[in-house]
C-alpha cells in the first residue's frame, strides 16, 4: 500500500468515527428529549382558558391548534373549505323552507372558528332573516354557545363568569342533571349554565366580552384547551352537561372530574361526542337536550331510536317540532350533526378505534411523538391516519372513500328527488283542498289547520322522510363513518316519501280530488350567494362541480 492511500484510508476512518460519534450522541439526545414530559412552568386554570395561556405549556400542541387558522382543506364532500352547501345542493332550500337554515348554511371551518363562524352566519342575524322570509324570528338563544365558545366551563363554574349568570335561577335549574349532581357546587353550576341556555345569544357574548374582551383570546375564542383537558394534570374530561347528562339517563356514570366515567380510550371518543351529536333545545328555558333516551347502552344506534324519541316528545307536547315547513305546513325535526351517533355502528367504532386515532393522529415533533392538535379530516393526511392499520397505498385507501361517499351521494341524491316530489304534491294537494267549499269559508288560519288534519298522515311522512335525509346530508362523513347504517336510511328515506304519496292520494280521495303525482321532482334554483367575508359562503369549486356531475351520470367506480 502506498503512504498516500494509507493517509487516505486513515483520514476516512477517522471521519467516519466523528460521525457516527455524532450520530449516536444526536440519537442520544433525542432519546433524552422523548423522556422528557412536557415541563409544567405556568399555571393554568378554568378562569384563564385562552388557549395562547395554556399552550406556553404545551408549544407542541399549541403549534398544531394555530394551523387550524389557516386550513382550508378541500376533499369532494368534507373538508375545511367553508363553501355554501345551499348553494351546492339547492333542494335543501326547500326541505328547510320556514327555518334559517334555509337561507344560510355553509360547510364549517375548523374548530379555531367555532365561534367566529357562528358569531357572523345570518342564521344569528335577527334583521337579516326578519327581512328574508322569517319575519317572526326573535333571535337565537344563549344554548347556541354550548358547543362554540372557548369559556363554557368558565361561565358555569369559574370565579370570574359564573356570578353573571346566578341572578333569578330559571325553572329547569330544578330539575336533576346528572353532569352537575356529583359536582361539589353543582347547583351553582346547573343555576348558571340553565340560565345562560335561557338568555339571548348576543347577552351571553356581551358577558363574556366584558370580562375577558373581544377578539379570538376573548368573545371569539372557539374550541380550546380547557374544553377536553383538566387544568390540574391535562387528563382528558367532558365538559359539556348536555352531553353527560343524556348518558347518565342512558345508564352511564357521571364524574365530578372528569365529567363521565370512561377509560382512556373511552374518553378519546367522549371529548368529541359531547359536541358532534344531533340536540335540540327544550323548553321555555331553551335547555341543550340530547335525545338519547330511547338509544340503549352498549348498542349502536339506529334511526328508529329518534322516530321513537321525538314522537314521544310530539305526543306529550314537551318538543313537537324545530320548525314548520312553509309549502307542507308539516311539523318538522331538524337534525343537526349526528356523528357520534353514526360512528357508534361503525365497522372503526367496533374495532376500537377512536375519534382522536383518525382526526388528531400522532405525529412527530422533534423527538417527542404528540397527539395532533390541527385537527382535520383524514383527507389531509392518509399516512398518518390510516396507514398506521391500513397498509395499502395512500391512493388506494383515497379510492376506498371514494367508494363509500360517491355511492352515499348517489342515492341521497334519488332521496331527494323524492322527498321533493312528496312536498311537491303535498303543495298541489293543500291548494286543491283550499278551494273546496268546507275549506274555503273558513279564515286563513282555521283553514289551514283543517286542511293539516285532513293531510295528518302525509304530513307525518314527510317528517319522517325528512328526518333521514337530513341525518345523511348534515352528518360530516358523507357517509364515511357508517356507510350500511347510513345507506339503511337513505332507502328508508326514499320508501317513505314514496308510500307519502300513496298516503296523499288516500287522504285526498273522500274529498274528490285528484292530483297528477310527481316522479322527477324539480330541483329548485340555487340562492344567491351572500356577503360573507371571503371565503365563508363561497361558491362551489370547478372541482366539487365536476364530481357532483359525475354522482349524477353514475360516472363513477
Same mark, same amino acid.
Given at each position: 500500500?502506498?503512504?498516500?492511500?494509507?493517509?487516505?484510508?486513515?483520514?476516512?476512518?477517522?471521519?467516519?468515527?466523528?460521525?457516527?460519534?455524532?450520530?449516536?450522541?444526536?440519537?442520544?439526545?433525542?432519546?433524552?428529549?422523548?423522556?422528557?414530559?412536557?415541563?409544567?412552568?405556568?399555571?393554568?386554570?378554568?378562569?384563564?382558558?385562552?388557549?395562547?395561556?395554556?399552550?406556553?405549556?404545551?408549544?407542541?400542541?399549541?403549534?398544531?391548534?394555530?394551523?387550524?387558522?389557516?386550513?382550508?382543506?378541500?376533499?369532494?364532500?368534507?373538508?375545511?373549505?367553508?363553501?355554501?352547501?345551499?348553494?351546492?345542493?339547492?333542494?335543501?332550500?326547500?326541505?328547510?323552507?320556514?327555518?334559517?337554515?334555509?337561507?344560510?348554511?355553509?360547510?364549517?371551518?375548523?374548530?379555531?372558528?367555532?365561534?367566529?363562524?357562528?358569531?357572523?352566519?345570518?342564521?344569528?342575524?335577527?334583521?337579516?332573516?326578519?327581512?328574508?322570509?322569517?319575519?317572526?324570528?326573535?333571535?337565537?338563544?344563549?344554548?347556541?354557545?354550548?358547543?362554540?365558545?372557548?369559556?363554557?366551563?368558565?361561565?358555569?363554574?369559574?370565579?370570574?363568569?359564573?356570578?353573571?349568570?346566578?341572578?333569578?335561577?330559571?325553572?329547569?335549574?330544578?330539575?336533576?342533571?346528572?353532569?352537575?349532581?356529583?359536582?361539589?357546587?353543582?347547583?351553582?353550576?346547573?343555576?348558571?349554565?340553565?340560565?345562560?341556555?335561557?338568555?339571548?345569544?348576543?347577552?351571553?357574548?356581551?358577558?363574556?366580552?366584558?370580562?375577558?374582551?373581544?377578539?379570538?383570546?376573548?368573545?371569539?375564542? @372557539?374550541? #380550546? /384547551?380547557? *374544553? &377536553? $383537558?383538566? +387544568?390540574?394534570?391535562?387528563?382528558?374530561?367532558?365538559?359539556?352537561?348536555?352531553?353527560?347528562?343524556?348518558?347518565?339517563?342512558?345508564?352511564?356514570?357521571?364524574?365530578?372530574?372528569?365529567?363521565?366515567?370512561?377509560?382512556?380510550?373511552?374518553?378519546?371518543?367522549?371529548?368529541?361526542?359531547?359536541?358532534?351529536?344531533?340536540?335540540?333545545?327544550?323548553?321555555?328555558?331553551?335547555?341543550?337536550?340530547?335525545?338519547?333516551?330511547?338509544?340503549?347502552?352498549?348498542?349502536?344506534?339506529?334511526?328508529?331510536?329518534?322516530?321513537?324519541?321525538?314522537?314521544?316528545?310530539?305526543?306529550?307536547?314537551?318538543?313537537?317540532?324545530?320548525?314548520?315547513?312553509?309549502?307542507?305546513?308539516?311539523?318538522?325535526?331538524?337534525?343537526?350533526?349526528?356523528?357520534?351517533?353514526?360512528?357508534?355502528?361503525?365497522?372503526?367504532?367496533?374495532? @376500537?378505534? #377512536? /375519534?382522536? *386515532? &383518525? $382526526?388528531? +393522529?400522532?405525529?412527530?415533533?422533534?423527538?417527542?411523538?404528540?397527539?395532533?392538535?390541527?385537527?382535520?379530516?383524514?383527507?389531509?393526511?392518509?399516512?398518518?391516519?390510516?396507514?398506521?392499520?391500513?397498509?395499502?397505498?395512500?391512493?388506494?385507501?383515497?379510492?376506498?372513500?371514494?367508494?363509500?361517499?360517491?355511492?352515499?351521494?348517489?342515492?341521497?341524491?334519488?332521496?331527494?328527488?323524492?322527498?321533493?316530489?312528496?312536498?311537491?304534491?303535498?303543495?298541489?294537494?293543500?291548494?286543491?283542498?283550499?278551494?273546496?267549499?268546507?275549506?274555503?269559508?273558513?279564515?286563513?288560519?282555521?283553514?289551514?289547520?283543517?286542511?293539516?288534519?285532513?293531510?295528518?298522515?302525509?304530513?307525518?311522512?314527510?317528517?319522517?322522510?325528512?328526518?333521514?335525509?337530513?341525518?345523511?346530508?348534515?352528518?360530516?362523513?358523507?357517509?364515511?363513518?357508517?356507510?350500511?347504517?347510513?345507506?339503511?336510511?337513505?332507502?328508508?328515506?326514499?320508501?317513505?316519501?314514496?308510500?307519502?304519496?300513496?298516503?296523499?292520494?288516500?287522504?285526498?280521495?273522500?274529498?274528490?280530488?285528484?292530483?297528477?303525482?310527481?316522479?322527477?321532482?324539480?330541483?329548485?334554483?340555487?340562492?344567491?350567494?351572500?356577503?360573507?367575508?371571503?371565503?365563508?359562503?363561497?361558491?362551489?369549486?370547478?372541482?366539487?362541480?365536476?364530481?357532483?356531475?359525475?354522482?349524477?351520470?353514475?360516472?363513477?367506480?
Amino acid at each position: 500500500m502506498s503512504k498516500s492511500i494509507y493517509v487516505a484510508a486513515c483520514v476516512i476512518a477517522a471521519l467516519g468515527g466523528v460521525g457516527l460519534f455524532a450520530l449516536n450522541t444526536n440519537i442520544a439526545e433525542h432519546k433524552g428529549e422523548s423522556k422528557t414530559q412536557p415541563l409544567k412552568t405556568f399555571a393554568q386554570s378554568d378562569d384563564e382558558p385562552d388557549f395562547a395561556l395554556w399552550g406556553r405549556n404545551f408549544p407542541a400542541q399549541l403549534d398544531g391548534y394555530l394551523q387550524m387558522k389557516d386550513e382550508y382543506i378541500q376533499t369532494p364532500f368534507g373538508g375545511s373549505l367553508p363553501y355554501s352547501k345551499i348553494i351546492r345542493w339547492p333542494a335543501a332550500t326547500t326541505f328547510w323552507n320556514g327555518y334559517a337554515f334555509a337561507v344560510d348554511y355553509s360547510k364549517p371551518r375548523t374548530h379555531y372558528y367555532s365561534q367566529i363562524d357562528q358569531l357572523e352566519t345570518k342564521r344569528n342575524n335577527k334583521e337579516f332573516l326578519n327581512s328574508h322570509g322569517l319575519p317572526a324570528f326573535k333571535g337565537q338563544p344563549g344554548a347556541c354557545v354550548n358547543c362554540h365558545t372557548g369559556y363554557l366551563k368558565a361561565i358555569y363554574s369559574s370565579s370570574k363568569l359564573q356570578g353573571l349568570f346566578l341572578d333569578n335561577p330559571v325553572e329547569s335549574s330544578k330539575k336533576a342533571m346528572g353532569f352537575f349532581d356529583v359536582q361539589e357546587n353543582g347547583q351553582m353550576m346547573k343555576e348558571a349554565w340553565t340560565k345562560m341556555n335561557s338568555i339571548p345569544y348576543f347577552d351571553v357574548m356581551d358577558k363574556v366580552k366584558s370580562v375577558y374582551g373581544e377578539g379570538i383570546h376573548g368573545s371569539h375564542m @372557539g374550541s #380550546t /384547551c380547557a *374544553d &377536553c $383537558h383538566n +387544568p390540574d394534570d391535562m387528563s382528558l374530561r367532558v365538559t359539556r352537561p348536555a352531553f353527560v347528562n343524556a348518558m347518565v339517563l342512558r345508564g352511564y356514570e357521571a364524574d365530578a372530574k372528569h365529567g363521565i366515567k370512561g377509560s382512556r380510550k373511552e374518553m378519546r371518543n367522549y371529548v368529541c361526542m359531547q359536541c358532534h351529536v344531533e340536540y335540540y333545545f327544550e323548553g321555555k328555558d331553551s335547555v341543550l337536550t340530547f335525545p338519547w333516551t330511547k338509544w340503549k347502552k352498549d348498542e349502536a344506534f339506529k334511526i328508529e331510536n329518534f322516530d321513537e324519541y321525538y314522537d314521544e316528545k310530539f305526543a306529550n307536547g314537551e318538543f313537537p317540532y324545530d320548525f314548520i315547513n312553509k309549502d307542507t305546513k308539516a311539523k318538522i325535526i331538524k337534525m343537526q350533526h349526528p356523528e357520534a351517533e353514526m360512528y357508534s355502528s361503525s365497522l372503526h367504532y367496533r374495532s @376500537g378505534v #377512536t /375519534c382522536v *386515532d &383518525c $382526526h388528531m +393522529p400522532y405525529k412527530r415533533y422533534g423527538a417527542n411523538k404528540v397527539t395532533n392538535h390541527n385537527i382535520l379530516t383524514p383527507y389531509a393526511d392518509i399516512n398518518a391516519s390510516c396507514k398506521t392499520c391500513h397498509p395499502q397505498s395512500e391512493q388506494v385507501l383515497k379510492d376506498r372513500i371514494a367508494f363509500i361517499q360517491n355511492r352515499h351521494a348517489y342515492e341521497l341524491r334519488k332521496c331527494e328527488n323524492n322527498l321533493l316530489a312528496l312536498i311537491a304534491d303535498i303543495k298541489t294537494a293543500r291548494a286543491e283542498l283550499a278551494k273546496l267549499p268546507q275549506f274555503a269559508n273558513l279564515d286563513e288560519k282555521a283553514r289551514e289547520e283543517a286542511i293539516s288534519k285532513a293531510l295528518d298522515k302525509s304530513l307525518y311522512a314527510h317528517r319522517k322522510a325528512q328526518i333521514r335525509w337530513d341525518v345523511a346530508f348534515s352528518e360530516n362523513s358523507y357517509g364515511f363513518h357508517s356507510p350500511q347504517e347510513f345507506m339503511r336510511i337513505i332507502s328508508q328515506c326514499k320508501e317513505i316519501a314514496r308510500e307519502g304519496q300513496s298516503t296523499l292520494a288516500n287522504e285526498l280521495a273522500p274529498f274528490n280530488v285528484k292530483i297528477t303525482f310527481t316522479k322527477e321532482a324539480k330541483i329548485p334554483n340555487a340562492p344567491a350567494k351572500l356577503d360573507h367575508h371571503y371565503p365563508t359562503a363561497s361558491l362551489p369549486t370547478d372541482e366539487m362541480k365536476k364530481v357532483d356531475e359525475n354522482i349524477k351520470n353514475l360516472n363513477f367506480k
